[in-house]
């Protein structure tokens, strides 16, 4: 079994942990909502870049409509 020979320093430690913070995450807000989304995603209105990359499942539709029927 591997033992150390000598004590470790609290500085060498640290300095060895230096790498071990979290960084924090980077968001970005979409031009069209104003609502805040991950870099690089789709937000949930379907929107990328400023345009419309999909529409809304037509599950969701439904249930609007069920709802004004009703």
Do not use: C, W
């Not at 071990?20 to 909502?33: C, F, G, K, Q, R």
Request: without cysteine; neutral net charge; aromatic residues 4%.
């Amino acid at each position: 079994m591997a033992v150390p020979k000598k004590k470790t320093s609290k500085s060498k430690r640290n300095m060895r942990r230096s790498h071990h913070a979290l960084s924090s995450i980077t968001v970005a807000e979409n031009s069209t909502s104003g609502e805040l989304t991950l870099p690089h995603h789709v937000s949930l209105d379907g929107y990328y870049k400023g345009r419309q990359v999909f529409e809304e499942p037509a599950s969701e539709a439904n249930d609007d409509t069920l709802e004004e029927t009703l």
